[in-house]
T-cell receptor
Framework: GENVEQHPSTLSVQEGDSAVIKCTYS??????FPWYKQELGKGPQLIID?????GEKKDQRIAVTLNKTAKHFSLHITETQPEDSAVYFC???????????FGAGTRLTVKP | GAGVSQSPSNKVTEKGKDVELRCDPI?????LYWYRQSLGQGLEFLIY????????KSGLPSDRFSAERTGGSVSTLTIQRTQQEDSAVYLC?????????????FGPGTRLTVT
């Protein structure tokens, strides 16, 4: 089955700096890659996603890149703010299965 | 509109007791998913429903776990004879359809503590 690895497990940046979180997946048949933000005591919230027919997608300060050949995708947050502090999860969905495999999460801390 | 709701938000139970966790998906969403999140860990997929049927139950960790969905809406996850290792946050998500769009919307979770 699909295996998703996520790095780093923790990331601390200064306010205004950029943050990058990377994920790799094992199954080349995965075709949908969402990123979720989870704040303390809440369920994960979708912040951005990318499909396998696209290499990059941007939404304001957040961007995601996908390299299908290398089977990795990354989340980029620019001009980080303290409210970006949360746990971020990547995930991969197989095109034929209907379960989503998640990475182990990255705890991002943005220091003011 | 209303998002995914789950109840109870917290549940403390004694080892060996049965528990039922409830998920109410977003209205009109035909696909429903259950995940488990252990402390400081990622999300472990348990089971999904398309309508009332659950084609793949292989993610359930043991035969003590079962789930059902009636009327294509509310789902319950039942854990029988709970064990301490069952302690986790149980998250439910729904999406418009399995075939796409794929975006899953999560509920706030049920924190289960087995003492």
């Amino acid at each position: 089955g699909e295996n998703v690895e996520q790095h780093p497990s923790t990331l601390s940046v200064q306010e205004g700096d950029s943050a990058v979180i990377k994920c790799t997946y094992s199954d080349s048949a995965s075709n949908y890659f969402p990123w979720y933000k989870q704040e303390l005591g809440k369920g994960p919230q979708l912040i951005i996603d990318i499909r396998s027919n696209v290499g990059e997608k941007k939404d304001q300060r957040i961007a995601v890149t996908l390299n299908k050949t290398a089977k990795h995708f990354s989340l980029h947050i620019t001009e980080t703010q303290p409210e970006d502090s949360a746990v971020y999860f990547c995930a991969a969905r197989h095109q034929n299965n209907n379960d989503m495999r998640f990475g182990a999460g990255t705890r991002l801390t943005v220091k003011p | 509109g209303a998002g995914v709701s789950q109840s109870p938000s917290n549940k403390v139970t004694e080892k060996g007791k049965d528990v039922e966790l409830r998920c109410d998906p977003i209205s009109g969403h035909t696909a429903l998913y259950w995940y488990r999140q252990s402390l400081g860990q990622g999300l472990e997929f348990l089971i999904y429903f398309q309508g009332n049927s659950a084609p793949d139950k292989s993610g359930l960790p043991s035969d003590r776990f079962s789930a059902e969905r009636t009327g294509g809406s509310v789902s319950t996850l039942t854990i029988q004879r709970t064990q301490q290792e069952d302690s986790a946050v149980y998250l439910c998500a729904s999406s418009l359809a399995l075939a796409g769009p794929y975006e899953q919307y999560f509920g706030p979770g049920t924190r289960l503590t087995v003492t």
